[in-house]
């Protein structure tokens, strides 16, 4: 089982930028496809990002797309989301996410999960 553990949510002001990390043990995670979904307080959890196993193909909600860049070293067995020009509509629990095939990564199947971090974007 792996397990996700992430880093680097926090407060910032809107326009500002965060680099969330995710960093995975137990098992490495370079046949996995990879992954963050956010949940706002008192919305449902949404997808924000996924990578496949190559770094190659990269996928975005409409919502972050243009400012958001996922990225992953494999090697370090780590994930990463660059957040620039943040808004308070990012105010959120960002999770780290893992799982087998790239069926379905729109949706909340995925197989592993972290914790969260949490990201405040003020105004």
């Known amino acids: 089982q792996v397990r996700l553990a992430e880093s680097g949510g926090g407060l910032v002001q809107a326009g500002g930028s965060l680099r969330l990390s995710c960093q995975a043990s137990?098992?490495?995670?370079?046949?996995?496809?990879m992954g963050w979904f956010r949940q706002a307080p008192g919305k449902e959890r949404e997808f924000v990002a996924a990578?496949?196993?190559?770094?190659?193909?990269?996928y975005y909600s409409e919502s972050v797309k243009g400012r958001f860049t996922i990225s992953r070293d494999n090697d370090r067995s780590r994930v990463y989301l660059q957040m620039d020009n943040l808004g308070p509509e990012d105010t959120a629990v960002y999770y780290c996410t893992g799982k087998v095939g790239l069926e379905a990564l729109r949706t909340t199947t995925w197989d592993y999960w972290g914790q969260g971090t949490r990201v405040t974007v003020w105004s």
């Open positions: 990578i496949d196993w190559s770094g190659m193909q990269k």
């Open positions: 137990r098992q490495p995670i370079h046949t996995l496809v």
